[in-house]
């Protein structure tokens, strides 16, 4: 009797502490409940990370604008879609994991009867800031993809919407997202990891990509263009101080997603060198951002043929800077700002300055970014290859090179503005036997499409002109 009690004292215990038996199933481990701003931090990361990672099954831009170039595995540098799932990584990162966070983080948000309206407003307007952003790397990256439907927990099959459709609604959405910013108030705080909450940091950064986005439908749409152009540019960066930098921890799983790829500490994995093409211009013009981007070999910046088996041994690296896990990725900066103003005053856009002006500006601002000095960005500048008066003629190639030089360690942005910009020149591998390869415009739908949204997918791929990497989105008709 005794022992029978013994055994039936902890049931009635357990028995007593909850108030049926679905409490059994809670997992008391894990939150049921997230706050909004750890919505929004998660999405912000996400979308760092799936922009920053070299992980060849995830992010290949920088093989596409020739910054590196691969040891021995080929089929990334020679622009191969289909053996690994990297169209559908990114898709699914940016579908899943950032756009499906932020839109919860926006209905908590309205759902705050805490908050103050001030600061509400502050708060949507910085996801509606961050959707806009990663709506456009969809549409960029793409064309046609799901977007009206996209997030429509009903409806299991998205149609896909009409790129320049999407677009033109997501600049519309940004206007409506700068115009809610109230800079005298706080927006999301302890969860703004770019910017701490300062709603005058995210007016700038607004405008700022308002620019990047009008400016990348100057060709088809100038009109348009000029007039978003003219509406942003006096509220744009004004120094690298305002620049858009998601920081990094030291330790997984916040650590720089380049250290995870190329740092000792986490990997011995010796899968990239530095890219011949971009070396090559470097060494040429004497660039003093070359020992913050490269290591050395025996004294000199050597590096690898691009799309071609390298030694690793044998060619300069990735700096160690870079590849710290604390080192910061940049969403978007003062340089690319200066870049873009420039190239507005080319167009004959009503903006403060000369585009010699801006397009000082910018390779200053790059320079000293890395660490290089003024007198190094003087001395730079004056070479008759960089000079604004005597570089090449067209106002593309100047402005598309030295953009180019810049951008380096955001591949995905490099990736839009050479497709944009048509500069600088980019070959592909010559490989024999391979047939003509061509440097993509654009990532093929994931495969997964096919199969489970395959009537979409295919209305989609006949809108645009095929389900290619070469076909052009509908921004590229120079």
């Given at each position: 009797?005794?022992?029978?009690?013994?055994?039936?004292?902890?049931?009635?215990?357990?028995?007593?502490?909850?108030?049926?038996?679905?409490?059994?199933?809670?997992?008391?481990?894990?939150?049921?409940?997230?706050?909004?701003?750890?919505?929004?931090?998660?999405?912000?990361?996400?979308?760092?990370?799936?922009?920053?990672?070299?992980?060849?099954?995830?992010?290949?831009?920088?093989?596409?604008?020739?910054?590196?170039?691969?040891?021995?595995?080929?089929?990334?540098?020679?622009?191969?879609?289909?053996?690994?799932?990297?169209?559908?990584?990114?898709?699914?990162?940016?579908?899943?994991?950032?756009?499906?966070?932020?839109?919860?983080?926006?209905?908590?948000?309205?759902?705050?009867?805490?908050?103050?309206?001030?600061?509400?407003?502050?708060?949507?307007?910085?996801?509606?800031i961050m959707q806009v952003y990663a709506w456009s790397v969809l549409v960029n990256t793409f064309g046609d993809?799901?977007?009206?439907?996209?997030?429509?927990?009903?409806?299991?099959?998205?149609?896909?919407?009409?790129?320049?459709?999407?677009?033109?609604?997501?600049?519309?959405?940004?206007?409506?997202?700068?115009?809610?910013?109230?800079?005298?108030?706080?927006?999301?705080?302890?969860?703004?990891?770019?910017?701490?909450?300062?709603?005058?940091?995210?007016?700038?950064?607004?405008?700022?990509?308002?620019?990047?986005?009008?400016?990348?439908?100057?060709?088809?749409?100038?009109?348009?263009?000029?007039?978003?152009?003219?509406?942003?540019?006096?509220?744009?960066?004004?120094?690298?101080?305002?620049?858009?930098?998601?920081?990094?921890?030291?330790?997984?799983?916040?650590?720089?997603?380049?250290?995870?790829?190329?740092?000792?500490?986490?990997?011995?994995?010796?899968?990239?060198?530095?890219?011949?093409?971009?070396?090559?211009?470097?060494?040429?013009?004497?660039?003093?951002?070359?020992?913050?981007?490269?290591?050395?070999?025996?004294?000199?910046?050597?590096?690898?043929?691009?799309?071609?088996?390298?030694?690793?041994?044998?060619?300069?690296?990735?700096?160690?800077?870079?590849?710290?896990?604390?080192?910061?990725?940049?969403?978007?900066?003062?340089a690319e700002v200066e870049f873009l103003l420039a190239e507005a005053v080319e167009r004959g856009f009503d903006?403060?300055?000369?585009?010699?002006?801006?397009?000082?500006?910018?390779?200053?601002?790059?320079?000293?970014?890395?660490?290089?000095?003024?007198?190094?960005?003087?001395?730079?500048?004056?070479?008759?290859?960089?000079?604004?008066?005597?570089?090449?003629?067209?106002?593309?190639?100047?402005?598309?090179?030295?953009?180019?030089?810049?951008?380096?360690?955001?591949?995905?942005?490099?990736?839009?503005?050479?497709?944009?910009?048509?500069?600088?020149?980019?070959?592909?591998?010559?490989?024999?036997?391979?047939?003509?390869?061509?440097?993509?415009?654009?990532?093929?739908?994931?495969?997964?499409?096919?199969?489970?949204?395959?009537?979409?997918?295919?209305?989609?791929?006949?809108?645009?002109?095929?389900?290619?990497?070469?076909?052009?989105?509908?921004?590229?008709?120079?």
């Amino acid at each position: 009797m005794k022992r029978l009690l013994i055994y039936l004292l902890p049931l009635v215990l357990m028995v007593s502490c909850v108030d049926d038996l679905e409490d059994y199933n809670i997992d008391r481990t894990r939150a049921t409940q997230v706050p909004s701003a750890t919505l929004f931090t998660g999405a912000v990361k996400n979308l760092t990370d799936v922009l920053t990672t070299p992980n060849v099954n995830i992010n290949n831009y920088r093989f596409y604008v020739q910054y590196w170039t691969s040891t021995q595995y080929l089929d990334e540098p020679r622009y191969n879609m289909t053996s690994r799932l990297i169209p559908q990584n990114i898709w699914q990162t940016l579908y899943r994991d950032v756009l499906a966070d932020l839109n919860e983080a926006e209905a908590l948000v309205q759902a705050d009867d805490v908050t103050p309206d001030a600061v509400k407003s502050n708060q949507m307007a910085q996801i509606e800031i961050m959707q806009v952003y990663a709506w456009s790397v969809l549409v960029n990256t793409f064309g046609d993809v799901p977007y009206s439907q996209a997030l429509d927990p009903d409806i299991a099959l998205p149609a896909y919407d009409d790129a320049q459709t999407v677009y033109n609604s997501i600049l519309d959405s940004l206007d409506v997202a700068i115009q809610m910013i109230n800079t005298s108030e706080e927006g999301f705080s302890d969860g703004d990891l770019l910017y701490e909450g300062q709603m005058t940091d995210w007016y700038k950064f607004g405008n700022s990509l308002k620019l990047r986005l009008a400016m990348v439908i100057a060709d088809v749409d100038p009109e348009q263009a000029e007039t978003l152009v003219e509406e942003a540019a006096p509220n744009v960066f004004t120094s690298n101080e305002d620049n858009a930098a998601f920081p990094y921890l030291s330790a997984p799983p916040n650590n720089n997603p380049i250290s995870a790829n190329l740092n000792p500490l986490f990997t011995s994995r010796q899968d990239y060198v530095a890219a011949n093409t971009l070396v090559d211009v470097m060494n040429e013009l004497d660039d003093p951002r070359r020992q913050f981007y490269f290591t050395q070999v025996n004294g000199e910046y050597i590096g690898g043929e691009y799309g071609f088996p390298n030694t690793y041994a044998n060619f300069s690296t990735v700096n160690p800077t870079i590849t710290d896990p604390t080192f910061e990725a940049l969403l978007l900066d003062y340089a690319e700002v200066e870049f873009l103003l420039a190239e507005a005053v080319e167009r004959g856009f009503d903006v403060a300055g000369t585009a010699e002006q801006h397009y000082n500006n910018g390779v200053r601002a790059s320079i000293l970014y890395w660490g290089g000095t003024e007198a190094e960005a003087t001395a730079y500048l004056s070479q008759p290859e960089v000079n604004y008066n005597t570089a090449a003629d067209d106002w593309r190639e100047k402005i598309g090179l030295q953009k180019w030089l810049a951008l380096y360690n955001r591949g995905f942005t490099a990736w839009v503005e050479w497709r944009r910009l048509d500069a600088p020149e980019l070959l592909p591998p010559n490989v024999e036997g391979a047939g003509t390869l061509s440097v993509p415009t654009r990532l093929i739908y994931p495969i997964n499409e096919q199969t489970l949204n395959g009537a979409n997918r295919a209305a989609a791929a006949a809108a645009i002109g095929g389900d290619e990497r070469t076909t052009r989105l509908f921004w590229d008709v120079r």
